[in-house]
């Protein structure tokens, strides 16, 4: 598989595009099409640096074809030439097709940076990204991209969590990058399912955007929030999962952000679109919006 190394533009900034909650099924082609156009439309328009997909890509318990539903879900972004990064939700591998598998089929395109991750930790898809910088080759932000799960254990109930496995590697991967580049670069975190402190945000008020829905996140809390706090570099997450939620919260310096469900053939009431972010070169910050789809709202 080809590499495209990252890099932030001439003028300083570094774009990403945040697909979530496809749930391309074939069950209601029409709302398929619009939500594949919805995103050949923004790319088009916006065209990012990078393009992430956060999640439930396919619902693959309603298709027999997951194979097939996966590569049309991902073919806007293989045709773009974009780079592209994928994490999984609870829908991907439910039925008929594993995470590996679906890894498998983005080794087959160039500007995928997809990655398995360790075989040692929990969870298909732990990996590390960095941009380098728009005049030299030296790490300018970092991106994180976990494996949130799926289901928990019938005898805890509601969703997976991030191991403490994964929260170990996560801190040992900042670690390297710290000691490599003399201390915390910018750094953004990717996954499906929502980290408790995401309600924990909404509950003390600090928010901008819509929470139409409760946060769907796990009952156990394994400490991760908790960890991105210690090492100082992640400066924002980003997930998916609760349809109805839209919003943008702070909490203790670490800005928690839901994306905007993508997905016509699924529930929720918002306008389907994308989020956008745009890191900044050289400052801890970043901007993020969202762009919608005008035509439905369905």
Not at 75 to 83: E, K, L, N, R, T
Not at 149 to 164: F, L, M, R, T, V
Request: aromatic letters at 8%; charged letters at 25%.
């Amino acid at each position: 598989m080809g590499r495209n190394q990252l890099k932030f533009r001439e003028d300083g900034k570094f774009t990403i595009i945040q697909i979530t909650d496809l749930h391309i099924n074939g069950v209601y082609p029409k709302k398929d099409i619009q939500s594949l156009t919805l995103i050949e439309q923004i790319l088009a328009d916006q065209q990012p640096d990078l393009i992430v997909f956060t999640g439930d890509i396919i619902s693959s318990m309603d298709v027999e074809d997951q194979e097939g539903t996966f590569r049309r879900a991902i073919d806007g972004a293989v045709q773009s030439g974009i780079p592209f990064a994928v994490i999984y939700g609870n829908h991907d591998s439910e039925k008929g097709i594993t995470r590996e598998q679906l890894n498998h089929i983005l080794t087959e395109f160039d500007n995928s940076l997809s990655e398995n991750g360790p075989e040692d930790i929990h969870g298909i898809g732990n990996y590390v990204l960095t941009v380098a910088g728009s005049a030299s080759e030296a790490d300018a932000a970092v991106l994180y991209f976990l494996d949130s799960g799926n289901c928990a254990p019938e005898s805890i109930g509601g969703y997976e969590w991030i191991h403490p496995d994964q929260v170990q590697w996560y801190r040992q991967e900042s670690t390297k990058l710290i000691e490599k580049n003399g201390g915390p670069l910018p750094a953004l975190a990717f996954f499906h399912i929502p980290i408790p402190e995401y309600d924990q945000v909404w509950l003390q008020g600090r928010v901008e955007g819509i929470k139409g829905e409760e946060v769907c996140c796990p009952k156990l809390n394994s400490g991760l929030f908790t960890a991105m706090l210690e090492m100082g570099d992640v400066m924002g997450t980003f997930a998916g999962h609760d349809h109805d939620n839209d919003y943008v919260g702070e909490l203790h310096g670490i800005q928690l952000c839901y994306g905007r469900v993508t997905g016509h053939s699924t529930y929720g009431e918002l306008v389907r679109g994308v989020r956008v972010i745009t890191l900044l070169e050289g400052k801890r910050k970043f901007d993020t919006w969202l762009e919608l789809d005008q035509r439905s709202n369905k």
